[in-house]
Structure formats: structure tokens, C-alpha cells
């Protein structure tokens, strides 16, 4: 048998098995390249939910939510609702659900004998119980019936020194005048977390639209000014 071509067996080990897209393409290119070199894939992908500020544990919370998903074991939490009341729950975790920008907990809310979504961010004194539940039949697919918070259409000039944060923080077109600052509109929930979301932004952000977001926003600053004066 004749000896292959230098580089043929390279070739061979890149060549397309499976349909661009299909699953198992990229992954099993990394095996033959791998075994083709006797390497070992290196970790490619790596997730760590905790936010930049100390203090918080989203990531065991999440470790303690799939666990208990696994091992069908009732949790019980403080869970803040959006209008800032707080309440002890107990559910039977059903799925993990990312939706958006967020992670949210699908379960039967023991106190509300019913099927409810949890946002992570707002679960305190996460605990899973000893007491189990049998499987139930859910969706296979749930996060459509996840119910969309209250929101409002604003349109939003900032500064181009947070053009970092709007490229980070907006998945809305983004224009740019000559001076290089920054237009977006987008849908944002219409609550208090709207004017302290705005209000990070410090000077840097501007409310063009809708009136009452702007006048709003003002008379915060007005009031924030008042205590600021002696």
C-alpha cells in the first residue's frame, strides 16, 4: 500500500461528517484533531453566574435549584416580588429556564397551588427540604408562558463616555451622531427598577421619549437635590 501524502490524514480527520449546523460536528472535529495529535481538548467553555458585586451567591443558588430538579426535592425561599413585597414560598422546582437576560426557576408554588416562574436574582434563603415529590408531567417547552413584565417604549440619548455599558447592556439598534454620542430605544419594564436603572447611568443618560418617563425622572432629581442642599 502506497504511504498517504503528508497532511492527508489531517484532511481527513477535518473533513465535514455531518451537515453544517448538525449537532456533534464542531465536537467530534475537536475529538479527531485531538486524537490525531494526541492531545486532549482543553475546557473551551466556561459559566460562572455570579454578578461583579460581592455579596451575592447566584451561582449556588443555581447549584442548589438543579439539585434539587434532579433529586425532586421541595425548596423553600424568601422571594421578592416585583412591587417589593417579600414572601416565604415552598415549590416543587420543575426546569431551569433562561429567558432573555435572566434565569428563572419554573415551579409549583406550594403556597399558590399553582405553576409559577421565580427570577434567580430575587430568591433569598434558598433551602432544600427533605421532603421529595413524585415526577410531573410539564411543557416541553415552558418559556413562552413566562408572562412579560409591564413595559414601556423610551428612547434614550447617552454619553458616549457609557458607550461601553449601552454596547453591553442593549440588544436594540444603536445610532450614532457626529459627536459620537448614543441613541437606543427599547422596551423596559415600567416600574420603580426603571428610574434606578436610569439613574446609574448618573449624568451620562438623557430620557427623550415618552413625556412621562421624563418628567418623572425630573422630579426624582429635583427631590434628590432638595436633601442636598444644607
Sequence with gaps: MRGRKPGSALRDAAAPRDAPGQRGDADGLLTKLGALFQMRCPPWIEVDLSGWAQGQPPQETFETVKTAIFQRRVLSFCYFGSRGKSETRTARPIRLVFKSRDW???????????????????????????????????????????????????????????????????????????????????????????????????????????????????????????????
Excluded at 142 to 165: G, H, N, Q, Y
Excluded at 187 to 205: G, M
Design 104 to 230: 428563572y426557576l419554573y415551579a409549583f408554588c406550594l403556597l399558590r397551588k399553582d405553576y409559577r416562574f421565580f427570577k434567580l436574582t430575587r430568591i433569598r434563603d434558598l433551602a432544600m427540604q427533605e421532603e421529595t415529590f413524585p415526577p410531573e408531567p410539564v411543557p416541553e417547552k415552558v418559556a413562552p408562558s413566562l408572562r412579560p413584565e409591564r413595559t414601556v417604549t423610551v428612547t434614550l440619548k447617552f454619553d458616549r463616555a457609557a458607550a461601553f455599558r449601552v454596547y453591553d447592556e442593549f440588544t436594540a439598534p444603536i445610532t450614532q451622531d457626529p459627536q459620537g454620542d448614543l441613541y437606543v430605544q427599547a422596551e423596559l419594564p415600567e416600574h420603580e427598577r426603571l428610574y434606578s436603572y436610569l439613574l446609574s447611568f448618573a449624568d451620562q443618560v438623557e430620557v427623550l421619549a415618552p413625556p412621562s418617563v421624563r418628567e418623572e425622572l425630573k422630579a426624582r432629581l429635583q427631590k434628590m437635590q432638595e436633601k442636598y442642599k444644607t
